[in-house]
């Protein structure tokens, strides 16, 4: 122990402490010219006249747990005292620094709480360090990002970073499994499809597999059209979003639900539309910002549409990782030829969204048979 | 019968468990700014393909750096670098999402000037407040007018450029810093330009063209640094200035200027820096300074003046003159540091005795540490080290670096000589 730190020990009984409560409820003392470097306790002393005695101990902001506070008191016991030197200054910061990511994010946090600017100066700065010069992979892997976005997306904000070799060798990688895919599916197709980019909303792609008469002049939407219903659409198709993030996979409920379908070309339409269903994502998740907790669709039965958007996430989770395997491709067609155009009218009402197609919905039973949704029936 | 103990795994379940948790994602956005500011601007915007939440995170922050970092690679095509630079450029001030508040452009390739001129437009739409400019090739750059526009402005910092602000310009209200470098500049502009900025606190002036007499009006001008050609400099209302620096780049001829007047350039000087702390005369300053009527000592005291560094030709008596008066000057001097010029030509009145006589009424009375630099061992800068040593009684360091290794035994026996006034003195040789 330094002498400095030996002078602070010494006069403990004349000091005067700050009692502070985290948030799950303990109660601390703190030696007060400590706590009063930060400068929301200090704001709380001063201002409000907290902190006193038990009874009256600070409230500390919810982002600051006991053992976040304790290392935070570290910094401060170290750093109020006048006399150190920058050069010591420098060397404690060093060493203090030293946490895995984990604490030093929950550190950040609960130094910003506080309104500890020096001490969020240097977290952010270890931060950086740490995210500097990695891949995107290294860093998802650091700080368990989910790895959430389509292959377009990746590429959407700065298309010259294609340069990029690791990124050229990216997208050489996605071209060729898109290709594998491309070619399963012809394998399993008897007639050639016209190859085109797919990127319909989600209803239009069910409407598909249903084999809806109007449906082949529907395919080619003009973009402008495309726009009005991916707005309409957003929605609904929040709750894709939704159920996306937070979907544990169960694919088995959707699995018996699908059952393999031959539906000639409408299907194959559908089928296409599968792989390339990637590009469906980029219509649903086209306003990112703003669909983060999306309103729900009030005129969509919740019970139908929790049905629909896990099979859409079961759909758009296995392409996004490019791997739409084969059994997929079977439940789909099946589940197309099971389907046929005898929507019920409701249905029709409730899922147009203005246009002229005709989409169309389907409900599921747990059982998997497709089941006829009447108008009486409600889940 | 055995018992088997099973230790506890980690949990394996795809639910995420307490060390899987994304913490950094949400952190507030002011704290993520600062990371991601932190970051080269590659890595700031490659953060986008993180994750969705962090698609979008990068167009927020303030400040934007565009400097040799931003391409990862060279090649000796010069179009090609320009052009991946300029679409750099382009596409991030166009995905950016907020103000800008700091822009830096300082890539070494850079050239294109209506590039530059868009992405201003761009930034002083954009409540800039510090703008670094750094031409690195080419002609001097003329900013737009756009760029005077920003009202904002606390630091600006341009290299290699011409300034021409529009007739219109007023000022900069809350310009704090500014730092023109290999600038070409005119007289008028000039003066206006520091005049109309009340705020300044600090200027930083190398290498200009366009300005002979340096007349600054600043009130609130704490720290003032140039260098370059000029004739004159005068201080008008700077009673804060505490940090000053000049080198004067170009030899002055004596003799031309004795026919003027005799008015004393180191009065004049002097006389509105009252609260001085740091002083710097570079080059061939102290040979402007000792232009004219040199007195014995300034009439106001520098009371303030702790740090005085003197590039020096110990052999010039009017250069020691004015060294001398400075000295007596400032009576609470803590640091000195004196460097040697080498001398390019014999000059006509050379005293080798000035050191030698006894110039001192009061001691150097706080004075703890000097440095001494440059010499070549010629009495006459031996003399000012002992006269430094003998009247110097808190001295605690004296450090001595030669300007070649050319005479060097000779100098260290006359050093070792040498009585010192303070027993603290330790006096340290540094090889050249």
Redesign the interface.
Known sequence: MSEVDMAVIKPEMMKSYIWLQTADGSIQQVEQEVAMFCPMICHEVIQKGMGSSKNYAISLPQRVNPAMLSLILDYCRFHQVPGRSNKERKSFDEKFIRMD??RL??L??AA?SLQLKPL??LT??A??RI???KS?EE??EI???????TEE??LE?????T??PRIRLLNRLYAKKRKELKERQKLKNIEVEEERVDDRSVDDLLSFINGDNGDSKGIKNSKSKKKNRRRKDQQKNTSANEAIKNH??EPNGLNQVCHSAEVGQKVRAGVGATSNLHDVEDDI?DN??ELDDGDIDDEIDPALKEKIDRYCSYELRKSSKLTVSNEVTMEVEDFARRLNSDWPERMQEILSFGHERKPVHFSLNGNGSLRRYANSEQR | MSIVIKQREPSRL???TD???????N??G??ID???S???IR?A????????????KWAKIPCLVFDNHCL?FSSQDQSFIKN?LV??ID??LL?HNGPIHKFKLSHRDLLGVTDIDRWILCISRSSIKEVVLEIWKGQRYKPPSCLFNCQNLVHLELFNCLLEPPLMFKGFKNLKSLDLQHITITQDVFEKLVSSCPSLERLTLMNFTGVTHLVIDAPNLQFFDIGGIFEDVSFLNTVHLSYVSIGLYVNIDNEENDAQDNSSKLLRFFVNLPHIRRLEIQSYFLKYLAMGYVPSRLPNLCVDLNHLSIRIDFDDLEENTAALCLLRSCPNLLELEMLARPEEQSSMERSTNFWEEDHWSSLFAHLRLVKVSGISGVKSEMDFIKFLLSNSPVLEQLTVKPASQEGEWELMKELLRFRRASIYAEVIYLDP
């Open positions: 990511t984990k994010c929950e950040t946090s910003d969020v100066d952010s700065r931060l950086a995210i500097e010069g995107p860093i998802r700080f368990h990002l989910p790895d959430d976005l997306e990746k904000p700065l298309k010259n970073t340069d990029d544990n996979k998740f990112k910002n | 795809p639910s995420k060390a899987e948790f994304d913490r950094i994602s952190l507030p002011h704290v600062q990371i991601l932190r970051l080269p890595d915007v490659r953060s986008s393909v993180l994750s969705r939440k962090w698609r979008y990862n991946k679409n750099i596409h991030v995905l």
